[in-house]
């Protein structure tokens, strides 16, 4: 089999694939067409077989693509960088309903400054407090709007 | 001219003090609702009825009709600026509004939004005022086998979204249909994809998935290059912050467009702004002499849209006040809040309240003049806004995302759900998947299922309900529009052909 | 010796009246109060909520300021897991409707149903009406089930889910008169109505609020009603039992209910209160207005009153077809 042009077509073709036949399997257990009309199975057996065919024609066409077509390489690096970007709002929101949102947010924001940004302590630290108590004064003192509120507060 | 008159003196009663004290303060604060993401008209209205009773009915209905009208104003701001729809109707804004942007026009964009807002939302009362009766019964006969085609036809817009793959934009247009379906069956009761969640039960909110592919997506994406993006120029001076003579010029028929479809749409109960803002956009494209310019910064891919959000307000108040039948939640609490006040909204409403009919439209008009005036100085403020450095903008993003969604529904889940929606937003871009046929896909997969169930269901399995007049044009259509990437590819095929004949 | 005992006789009754409310511990709220409600604002029962804050802050009912919160989701079944986490906290109450009731059978996946919670009261029933179009040839609901039975499963309703009270009324006439007429779910109140008065179905059930204004203007004719007696504002309409059918419909209510291991001092202090505001004249009006039945049931009567209505659910829903879990 060759190379793909495109191992990210490639991949994420027989992932929706997957997720099509999943679809369409868990569509199998409901009615597909009742006395009244179509059932709860009828419209995802459709999409879920369109899903499939489609999937699959991507990753036929991604094996097929002249190999010499120079995909841009993947840059890991930066990958990287917003999956860890990813990562610390995970974090944030994790955290969230422990610390609270402001606190959570402040070190959120402190984390994008440094470790991303790479600025210095003295612009990061600041910022950071500075965002938290916007939002807190902003948000949930002005508007009344409900956020997260942790041990501290 | 009875109307005349009756305006008129709907104008007496619109231009107290009072009344104009309401009407500012009611199209102020809903600008600042629109403007924060998450923050919807809805909830407002819901947290200020119990304030109301102290007020004289007129001048509160004034008032809360400033808010949900004026957030249409201010939800494009973020949609430009941040690619963060600030109210659901204008998630379409962010296509081509964020793209202006970044191309240093976020000025011309807020305030082409601005104008198309005004000149839409206008054309929204003027008509609200002159077929109001007429009309709700129009809408009348729109019913599920209508709503079916309309779907269909919106969902055969995914070909003008599409970009270069028209695969990976089915794609994901089908998974956001598969997104739509998860939750309870309205049928049969049957739990569909809820993963034993109990969260999943009611279906997964489409501002989170919005806001987490759009907005967290973009900024995931951004922050990829080690060295911050070159800072985006924001040009000096007024003139250069607002819509230039040519963009004008080139927005006319949008305008036109966002009016009509934006009001036609708001009148009928079942289909609401975010699909008015997505069949004006796609009709726009697709009447447009530079298609290929949509999604890249198109202006008129932001006048369309916004206009027709503004111009469905006008419209969604004719079921309200002709039938009493809301077609939002918001207009669902309008009409709560006039049923409180003890009036009835319904087909003698109009002739048993003129004062308070015509109170209302006249504040309308005032409304909307003032919000123009409000909102094209602010684009000067708020362009700045692009000059603040990337590393602030993006937790600022983070901040926002996580309280708009936390706001509406109090759940960690669902920023949780907003965390894995930015996931895929981020993955979408890597691996170059359309994010606005998603979207498309979960705002109409759910209402398009349940339109073609209930038109079976009426017509006992019998499919030829779907060819009365109005359905099967509207299917035409649609089959139409599916043609049209073919057609291009036959074009483009026939001009190489000539080409090569020629070398 | 007889001084000190006598002393004793009276010092003992004092000191315990003197003592009494503590050790009753009777519950004063000192901080503010939230209600879950399971819908988004704007929903039917965050309205209902808004507007129960504002009358007991205005009947100077309760000390403190009651908030609403919004955990809209599952059928309640998000709000009620809310009201299960706060365990013993005397300052949370949810507000609940008979869907908590749906959605405890139907629901696999709700972990917490509103029979884990503690009942406070029941405080409205929400009466309901059979409509259909004023240029309709029915006139009475008898003409509309013959007109059911010569032509089965061709006349149409419009209503909600299918565990709604719009389909469980028709699934309960329907074994009665052994008519037949078919069904179609539209999510909202606005839709259903749409339907009707656009021909496109041809009868709803109705809450009369909805149906007055298109009354009023000779739109639609509302042709029996769902009550056990006829709602002050609408005397000429026969109710089911008195247009010949001998059918029960299940009652749609409303009411409050606590978290599970609330003090019992508290859930007194909630009961008590949430009486007084039944006497008000603001709640008389507020009732009156949206067209709402009083049925003020307190505690355990309540508790008892909801399985009833599960019961007689759980059996409808079997026969309906639907997946009963509970």
Redesign the interface.
Known sequence: MRRPASSGDFLSGLALAALGTYVVVEAHGWTYMGEDGPGPGFFPTWYGSIMVLLSLALVVRSLRAPAGAPASPVRWREVGRALMTWAAFVACIALMNWIGFAVSFALLTWFLITVLARKRQRVAIPLAIAGAVLFQVVFSVLLQVNLPNGVFF | MEMLSSLIHGFEVATTPAALGMCVLGVVLGTVIGVLPGLGPSATIAMLLPLTFKLDPAGAMIMLAGIYYGAKYGGSTTSILLNVPGENSSIVTCIDGYQMARKGRAGPALGMAAIASFIAGTFGVVALMLVAPPLAQLSLAFSSPEYFALMVMGLAMVVLLAGDSLVKALLAMLVGLWISSIGTDLFTATTRFAFGQVELLGGIEFIIVAIGVFAVGEVLGNVEPDEPPTMIPVPKGLRNLLPTREDMKRCRFAFVNGSVVGFLIGCLPGAGSTIASFISYGIEKAFSRHPEEFGHGAIEGVAAPEGSNNAETGGALVPLLTLGIPGSSTTAILLAALILWGFKPGPLFIQDQPALFWGLVASMYIGNVLLLILNLPMVAVFAQLLRVPAYVIYPLIFGVSAVGVYSESSSMFDLGLLALFGLLGYAMRKLHYPSAPLVLGLVLGAPMERALRQSLMMSQGSLSILFRPIPASLLVAAALLLLIPLIRRLNAARLQVLDREEA | MQGIRRILALAVPALALAVSPLAHGEFKPTRPVDIIVHT????GN??LA??V??MMEKEKLVPVRMQV???????G??AA?AVYERKDDPYTIGFITSVWLATAL??????VTVYDLKPIAQLVREPAVFAVRADSPYKTLRQFIDAAKAHP??L?QSG????SRDDIIREQLQHATGAKW???????G??R???L?????DIMVIEP??A???V??G?LRVLAQLSETRLPKWPDVPTLKEAGFDVTPTPQIRGVVAPPQMPADAAAYWIDRFEKLTHTASWKKYLE??ELEPAFVPGDAFLESMKETSAELREQYQKAG??VYR
């Open positions: 988004g604002p704007g929903g965050d309205i808004r507007a804050v504002t919160l919004n955990k809209p989701g599952g059928g079944a998000v897991a139907t629901a696999k996946e709700a972990k499963g061709q149409k909600g889910s299918i565990t078919a069904y179609v779910s539209f999510p909202s606005g839709d109505l749409a339907a008065l656009g021909g496109h179905v609020q909805e007055g204004e298109n009023r203007a739109k207005e949206n639907v997946k």
